[in-house]
């Protein structure tokens, strides 16, 4: 495809999109983007996965005889 043909099916494309407004939930997309509210607190989490990560660290030391 030329670059005539190509730059005009680019500007058929962007036309198209700028006219495009498809329905959009602005309730769901606020719930997206400002996060929902966790059970569970930060440092429990950070608790939970320090606990996995000192499981592993004891299973990956030489064991000392």
């Known amino acids: ?15 198209e999109l700028k006219s495009f407004s498809p329905d959009v939930n602005y309730d769901a997309l606020e719930r997206e983007l400002t996060g929902h509210a966790h059970d569970e607190s930060y440092a429990d989490e950070a608790a939970k996965w320090a606990e996995y990560a ?11 005889a």
């Open 1 to 15: 495809m030329g670059r005539g043909r190509q730059k005009a099916k680019h500007t058929k494309i962007a036309r």
């Open 54 to 64: 000192d499981e592993y660290k004891a299973a990956d030391e030489p064991k000392r």
